[in-house]
């Protein structure tokens, strides 16, 4: 391992050089991946990626644009919205730069809103269908992974091929089919590929505001009733509580499970949205007898077992939405009937007595949002049908005290008896039940160069969960200091400390990075701790990660290359760290670190011309010898290789 350590050593010192700092597409998607696995949340990275290049490659008006229009961008909250808004109506953009003026936008969020921002003239011309296919744009996106795995003898290459047609933010359609590792190309329920998806999305036709048909997402209020939105962490939440994106959207990706097929539309009648929806699809689950314990969302169908399983349940899914906007407020009521073929009966725990039983479920809820000022109020209240009817609340405020400091508070009451299952609202548990809790976060920037956050929640589970056989309480705090020494050197310092009687009694988790931009060149270093007391163990158990991110953009030639080198020491599971890494286009990769070794990648990407795009990324985890052997692996390495070939015209 000593060959590791000198590596290492040398790269950190490689990367003490400094320049000029720009921003990239990439940068912005690879900042809000980190930020979702700090907070231990795993969004839909492929839809998020897919959305936001999509606004890169046809950007926003900002002459033009809708308060929902800069929705869709991640890293805005709703004050900084409110606040372009107001400068462009005083002063109509010429140019991007102008952005740099608005008050609210530190230097890395302007960076960022300048890669999805155009300044140009309002289009006040109609448009004709003729235009809708003369300006449209065309991907083909053809990807083949190859990987081995231990103990796994199947087929390894995992494939998937997408078409999709977008023209002026009016007409979407596409066309997904994908394959996993293992899958045979024929079964008595696959044919080809093992998945198969498709989508169409018209906007703004008349009093339509959207039409969809296939494969798509609703998303209304903070998620008690119905979410298909991408939500992030708690410290995120900072920038992702102004209700979000609202409404219906198409759905490209390769997730078999986390999304609706049928028809849907949105009605506007000037301030009034009316949106109505209908989906139905097989899902996969264990039905036995006309029950099921669960769904199975894995999306896997190689085995003789996992194929008997694939679509055995029909799920019938209606909902309408009703909201109304005018000027800073907005309110709205959501309901939905979810009808299930079979009985859904979770097979009896300790921990499960409140969960949902039966083939039919209601759930009704009502939502609303007002800003005055630097204050936001917003919240949302939900009753699901159940053995007997539960309630579902989230309450918070968004306060700026001044222009630099921000405030959060954020309140949730779900009661035992709520468990609507298409919530997907904030909390502590996996799961909108049984719980209470207090949520406050802070974020200070009136330091030059400094940035100041902190959060911290309190909750409290009134009966058993997951490992925890009797009421807790619990709480976490999150530290985070980020520190832009000069303009190409940053360094970022995170502390995380949590505490939940039950399942464990302390986890601490420290994270530092130290980035350095110089020309073409950018390096990234990270030391990374975790620090467990479980309970079952006699004492506490310590894992690290050192890595170093090295990337160079050829000046001549379209080639951006990215590698990875890291060495991680985690023996205890309880332990184990999570690590985003770059991949190809509409992948993403997040390798649980644990045991001992080493890890490397080398990721690239060449744009051959405006036409064809390829992308190629080899990556390997070596472990030690006297580790695998402690745990009974026989395999030392284990390697991936992504391909995708993209074609656009």
Same mark, same amino acid.
């Given at each position: ?11 950190? &010192?490689?990367?003490?050089? &400094? ?28 839809? =998020? ?50 952005? $740099? ?43 083949? +992974? ?68 296939? +494969? ?6 903070? #998620? =008690? @009733? ?32 986390? !999304? ?54 029909? $799920?019938?899914?209606? #909902? ?40 039919? $479920? ?47 508070? %954020? ?5 035992? /008896? !709520? ?30 160069? /400094?940035? !100041? ?7 409290? !589970? ?10 807790? @309480? ?11 020494? @000069? ?15 039950? &399942?464990?009694? +302390?986890?601490? $988790?420290?994270?530092?990075? %130290? ?5 073409? /060149? ?50 205890? /599971? ?12 509409? &992948? ?54 992504? =391909?995708?070939?993209?074609? @656009?015209?």
């Amino acid at each position: 391992m000593r060959r590791w350590h000198t590596i290492g050593f040398l790269l950190c &010192a490689i990367s003490y050089l &400094a320049a000029q700092n720009d921003y990239t597409l990439p940068h912005v998607i690879e900042d809000i991946y980190a930020t979702a696995l700090e907070e231990g949340m795993t969004p839909d990275f492929e839809e =998020l990626q897919e959305n936001l290049l999509l606004l890169h490659e046809q950007k926003i008006n900002i002459n033009q644009a809708t308060p929902d229009d800069l929705r869709q961008l991640y890293f805005l909250n709703e004050e900084q919205i409110g606040k372009i808004f107001v400068y462009r109506d005083q002063h109509p953009l010429h140019s991007v730069y102008e952005l $740099q003026l608005i008050p609210g936008l530190s230097e890395w969020e302007y960076r960022f809103l300048a890669l999805f921002v155009e300044a140009g003239e309002p289009e006040k011309e109609k448009t004709y269908i003729r235009d809708l296919f003369r300006l449209a744009k065309h991907e083909i996106d053809w990807r083949i +992974d190859a990987r081995n795995l231990e103990g796994f003898s199947g087929d390894p290459v995992y494939t998937s091929l997408r078409y999709q047609f977008r023209s002026m933010h009016k007409l979407e359609f596409g066309i997904t089919a994908e394959r996993d590792p293992g899958e045979p190309f024929a079964s008595p329920k696959t044919f080809g590929f093992d998945h198969y998806g498709g989508y169409l999305q018209l906007n703004d036709v008349g009093h339509f505001a959207t039409i969809v048909a296939g +494969d798509y997402r609703a998303n209304f209020g903070l #998620g =008690l @009733v119905v979410s298909g939105q991408t939500r992030f962490g708690k410290t995120a939440y900072l920038n992702d509580m102004s209700l979000g994106r609202q409404g219906l959207r198409k759905y490209g990706g390769t997730n078999e499970t986390n !999304f609706f097929r049928g028809v849907g539309t949105t009605l506007r009648f000037g301030p009034l949205d009316a949106t109505f929806w209908y989906s139905y699809k097989k899902v996969d689950a264990n039905l036995q007898k006309g029950a099921f314990p669960s769904f199975i969302t894995t999306g896997l169908h190689r085995t003789p077992t996992e194929i008997s399983r694939k679509k055995t349940v029909g $799920q019938h899914i209606i #909902g309408a939405n009703l909201t109304y906007n005018w000027r800073n407020l907005r309110v709205g009521i959501t309901a939905t009937e979810n009808l299930l073929s079979d009985t859904l009966h979770p097979k009896p725990t300790y921990y499960n007595s409140h969960y949902f039983v039966g083939k039919r $479920q209601a759930t009704v809820g009502a939502y609303a949002y007002y800003a005055y000022g630097r204050m936001q109020l917003f919240g949302e209240v939900a009753v699901a049908q159940n053995k007997k009817w539960g309630v579902g609340t989230l309450v918070g405020s968004s306060i700026s005290v001044a222009p630099d400091v921000r405030l959060l508070m %954020l309140g949730r009451y779900y009661s035992p /008896w !709520f468990d609507n299952l298409l919530a997907d609202a904030f909390g502590e548990s996996s799961r909108n039940n049984d719980e209470l809790g207090f949520f406050a976060s802070t974020e200070v920037r009136c330091v030059k160069n /400094w940035r !100041f956050a902190l959060s911290a929640d309190v909750f409290y !589970f009134s009966g058993p969960k997951y490992r925890i056989h009797e009421s807790t @309480v619990g709480c976490e705090w999150i530290g985070d200091v980020g520190w832009q020494v @000069v303009k190409p050197l940053s360094m970022a310092l995170k502390l995380r400390w949590k505490r939940t009687k039950g &399942a464990y009694q +302390d986890k601490c $988790q420290a994270r530092y990075l %130290l980035n350095i931009e110089s020309g073409n /060149w950018r390096f990234e270093t990270a030391l990374e701790g975790s620090l467990c007391n479980y309970d079952e163990e006699k004492r506490p158990s310590l894992g690290g990660v050192i890595r170093q991110n090295v990337e160079y953009r050829f000046a001549r030639t379209p080639i951006v290359l990215q590698t990875r080198l890291e060495w991680f020491d985690v023996r205890n /599971w309880n332990n184990r760290i999570y690590a985003y890494e770059n991949d190809i286009l509409y &992948a993403f990769n997040i390798p649980a670190l644990y045991g001992q070794g080493g890890r490397w990648y080398v990721n690239a990407r060449y744009k051959i011309n405006e036409h064809f795009g390829l992308y190629l990324k080899v990556a390997e985890t070596v472990y030690t010898r006297k580790w695998a052997a402690s745990a009974g692996r026989k395999c030392l390495t284990q390697t991936d290789i992504h =391909l995708l070939l993209r074609i @656009v015209f």
